[in-house]
C-alpha cells in the first residue's frame, strides 16, 4: 500500500552563509491511511517545519535542499507552484495552532470555507451555502446557521478552531496535518477537540500527522509516534510500545518530565541543558551533551538508526526493556 505522505532524507537549513544551519536533517516518515502519526519533541526542534515542509509553506528563511515528499505518489519538491496549489486542501490540508492568525478577520465563516470550496471546484455559488452548513455540522459547529454568518472575532477559541478543521477538510483531504492544534484552548475544549479529529479519521479514512509536545494527548489519539530532536528523528515506534519502554534517553527524558515524574522535592524533573541551534550541531550525537548515558564514543560518532522488534531508534547506549 502507497503511504499518503512519504518523506525521505529531508533537509532545510537557514539560507546565509553557513551551510551547517540545518533545522531538518535527514528527516525521513511515513504516514499510511487512516493512521495518526505523532510527531513530538521540544521547541525548536524541528517538528514544525516538517509539518510546513510537506505543502512546501517554509518561510522565506529557509529552503529545502535535499529529500523527497510524496502525498498520494507525488513529488511535492518537483511540484510546479499551479499544481501546488491545488494539492494544497485536496491531497493534504493543515490546521494551525492558533486560528485567529489563520482566520481572516474581515471575512464570514461561511465566505471563508466557501472560498475553499469554489477554489478547488467543490461547489458553485448555489451550492457553496448549503455545503458550508454541513461543514459545520460535521464538526458539530453548534447553531451552524448563525454561527456561519459570524465573524472569526465573535466565536471563542474552540468555535474557531472547529471552523479552522471545516475548512481544512471542505475538500476531502487525504492526510489531515495538525500543528499543536489544542495548545491554545482550555483542557474541557482541547479534549472535545481532539475526540472530533479523531471520529472525523475515522468517519472520513483520512491520515493525521500531529505535531505536538504534549505526551499525554499523544498517549490517547496515536496510533504511531516518531521522537524527533536538532532536525532528526531519533525513535519511532507503535504508541504503547514507545511510551512504556522507550529505547532512546531523549525520549524517557520527556516522558519523565510529565507531571507523574514529580518526585519528592514537588518539582517538575527537566532535561539538564538546550537544544543545539542551528549550525552549532555537535559532532557524534547531537543529543550527548545532556545525555546521562553518554560515553567518549556518543562525542565521536553519529548513531546509526537501528530496528529492535517495532521500535527503530538512534543510540549507541539504548535503554534495555523491562
Known sequence: MTPVLSISGLRARLRGPDPSAFVIDGLSLQVNRGEVVALVGESGSGKTMTAYSVLRLLPPAIQLTEGEIRLGGQDVVAMETRRLRDVRGTLASIIFQEPMTSLNPLMTIERQIAEMLLTHGKATRQTAPERVIELLELVRMPDPQTRAKQYPHSLSGGLRQRAMIAMALACEPQILIA????????????????????????????????????LGVVAEVADRVAVMYAGRIVEEGPVVELLEAPRHPYTAGLLACLPEGVGDTGRLIEIPGLPPKPGSIPEGCRFAPRCPSATELCTRVTPETRTEGVQAFACHHPRMPA
Do not use: F
Not at 474541557?188 to 493525521?208: N, P, S
Open 179 to 214: 500543528d499543536e492544534p489544542t495548545t491554545a484552548l482550555d483542557v474541557t475544549i482541547q479534549q472535545q477537540v481532539m475526540k472530533l479529529l479523531l471520529d472525523l479519521r475515522d468517519q472520513l479514512g483520512m491520515a493525521i500527522l500531529l505535531i505536538t509536545h504534549d
